[in-house]
């Protein structure tokens, strides 16, 4: 994304008024804020665990809708007031459309993480109960099997005394 | 009776350590680790390493030769962030920018780079600059006319005595969302941070 700027541009050209040209500049803030209330919007919906591709896609139309502001800015500059608020209102228009798409993904992952942490937790005693269970059961299969060794150590004993007399 | 309690307690004790461990392993898992939060920034030379920033090793430039860099940045603070790179034009007597009170040069802005970044995205670019026009006033040399990237930027109030060290700086500024500007560095917790470079230069006349 370039953005304009430099010491001196361009020159607007004659034949528009100060009205005019205040009006695209507010168009132009109004699209700047917009795009920034975006940005808030996506990064919310971030933070609720959203999608990676998903929150790609936002973040190129963010990318799209800050590119339309630049384009204004310069457009402004070069004294074509109309396109200038042709592009703020294109980007302001984009700003809002990813606003609502980020609320539904904020939403969505909220509702997803949430199931995500039931499911996680609901796990816990699952796990627990089987861990027990192997141990319960594992515990009396080897105490069996060392009676049994201790049993067989015997009975060979009594044998080989036997043998013995 | 007495055998079966006996395993009823050894039950309940396993079953109680293995809840402890498990719910700790679920509580790792579905918490986000906290790390280090911080941008990177970087100027590549023509052969998109940290080298040949001047054409022929040459820093002394003459008006016509183009300069090739790569300009790039990385997002480290997890989260998608927009990021602005403001290029300016100083000289040896414009302050650089202040690390320790994070304040901006005053170097007037030449361009601004924006873009929104992915956590963990790279975003790099060329950038192309070349001093199309120059002028000498008293031994003081303008370089008035700047290309960068195909677009023409001009410049009438940063000279330099016989051209000698001009530099470009570039210094990278981030969506603050606590203040809803743009602001030079970024936050990180309570602490402030700053991330700039800038690369050094001579404009010569030609024929000089």
Partial sequence: MLGLLSFSFATPSGGYSASTFGGSSQAIDRADMEFKRAIMAVREAEAAGADEDRLRILVEKLNSALWMIDRAEILLLQGDVVGASAQAERSIEISREIVSDAVKLRDESVQSAYYGRVFTFGLVPVASLLVTAGAHFGWKWWRRREIDRTMRMEIRGLKERKEEE | ?208
């Avoid at chain 2, 719910?23 to 941008?39: G, H, I, K």
């Fill in chain 2, 1 to 208: 009776m007495a055998r079966l309690s006996e395993d009823l307690k050894r039950a309940v004790t396993i079953f109680i350590s293995a809840t402890m461990v498990f719910s700790t392993l679920a509580y790792v898992a579905v918490t986000p680790r906290p790390r280090e939060q911080f941008y990177q920034i970087y100027v590549l030379g023509e052969t998109r390493k940290a080298e040949r920033y001047y054409p022929d090793g040459n820093p002394n430039i003459l008006v016509g030769r183009v300069v090739r860099w790569y300009l790039g940045a990385t997002n480290f603070m997890g989260s998608v962030q927009y990021v602005v790179i403001k290029v300016k034009l100083g000289n040896s007597t414009i302050k650089a920018p202040d690390d320790v009170n994070r304040v901006p040069s005053p170097a007037p802005v030449l361009l601004e780079f924006k873009k929104v970044l992915m956590s963990n995205e790279t975003w790099e670019f060329p950038f192309v600059w070349e001093i199309r026009e120059i002028n000498a006033d008293d031994g003081v040399i303008y370089p008035t006319v700047f290309e960068i990237n195909g677009m023409v930027f001009r410049n009438s109030q940063v000279g330099a005595l016989r051209g000698h060290n001009f530099r470009i700086v570039f210094e990278l500024w981030s969506f603050d969302p606590e203040s809803g500007r743009v602001m030079f560095g970024w936050r990180t917790g309570v602490e402030r941070r700053v991330a700039w470079l800038q690369i050094w230069f001579n404009a010569t006349m030609p024929g000089t």
